[in-house]
């Protein structure tokens, strides 16, 4: 008789066929990218968030909306305030010189501004749903692929029991104990597909809240050309700032 010693993940799979083993691979994976693109995704946010802070701190602090434009042509955009800024200024400057000379660029400037805008919030929103797709997929098939993996355990070794003649207690409860492993393998992989996608959500919802409010800032600022002139200290800002405005 076998002892409850020999029991377990490894005895479940040695004694397993291929379907078994197939199911367990599969888990295995399901968990590797799970965990990839929660510390992924973990690492992306943090950075993000810190290249935002400094970004909107030296914003708010600018003389003018040259003057932020000059240092995003020198430090190319990282994250989306950055980038929604910088392709808003090129956006704006670019009607102002040359009109609307193509299909894309038909309208006032602030048509073609909120189209370039809304352009880049979208590119926006779609980059922060990457891996949220993968991460909602296996939150909700990982428990179903292992509760198929415990009933494919529990069939096997019931025919295994039932051609060897032995149908004593101890000979049934072990292979059916073993069987339940899978299940608390899907559990283990979809817990926290399932919490990484919430928070990683709600993070996203939050920053493209903030992202539309800096938008519509933005869009003020750059409709009614005010912004444009820094002081007379930076004469490069004032040059073109006052071109800019006068070809408004």
């Known amino acids: 008789m076998e002892t409850t010693e020999t029991l377990g993940l490894t005895h479940f799979l040695a004694q397993s066929d291929t379907v078994g083993k197939a199911i367990f691979?599969?888990?295995?994976?399901?968990?590797?990218?799970?965990?990839?693109?929660?510390?992924?995704?973990?690492?992306?946010?943090?950075?993000?968030?810190r290249r935002t802070a400094r970004f909107l701190e030296s914003f708010w602090n600018a003389s003018s909306l040259h003057a932020v434009e000059l240092q995003l042509e020198e430090h190319h955009p990282g994250e989306p305030f950055s980038?929604?800024?910088y392709h808003a200024l090129v956006s704006s400057r670019h009607h102002a010189r040359h009109g609307a000379g193509r299909l894309n660029e038909a309208g006032s400037a602030a048509e073609f501004l909120t189209r370039s805008m809304r352009r880049v919030i979208d590119e926006e929103t779609a980059s922060l749903e990457w891996g949220l797709t993968v991460l909602a997929s296996i939150g909700s098939t990982a428990p179903f692929i292992g509760l198929f993996g415990t009933v494919w355990?529990?069939?096997?070794?019931?025919?295994?029991?039932?051609?060897s003649g032995q149908g004593s207690l101890d000979?049934?409860?072990?292979?059916?104990?073993?069987?339940l492993i899978m299940t608390g393998a899907g559990l283990a992989v979809a817990i926290p597909a399932v919490l990484a996608y919430?928070?990683?959500?709600?993070?996203?919802?939050?920053?493209?809240?903030k992202l539309d409010a800096f938008a519509h800032d933005l869009f003020a600022f750059l409709?009614?050309?005010?912004?444009?002139?820094?002081?007379?200290?930076?004469?490069?800002s004032g040059a073109v700032?006052?071109?800019?405005?006068?070809?408004?």
């Open 25 to 49: 691979a599969i888990m295995v994976g399901m968990s590797v990218a799970s965990w990839y693109f929660i510390v992924a995704k973990s690492l992306q946010a943090m950075i993000a968030r």
């Open 83 to 85: 980038h929604l800024a």
């Open 153 to 163: 355990g529990v069939y096997h070794a019931l025919v295994n029991i039932g051609m």
């Open 171 to 179: 000979q049934i409860a072990g292979p059916v104990g073993e069987a």
């Open 198 to 209: 919430n928070a990683f959500a709600r993070s996203n919802r939050l920053l493209l809240a």
């Open 223 to 236: 409709t009614t050309g005010a912004h444009w002139v820094g002081t007379e200290a930076d004469t490069r």
């Open 241 to 248: 700032g006052q071109a800019v405005a006068g070809g408004a």
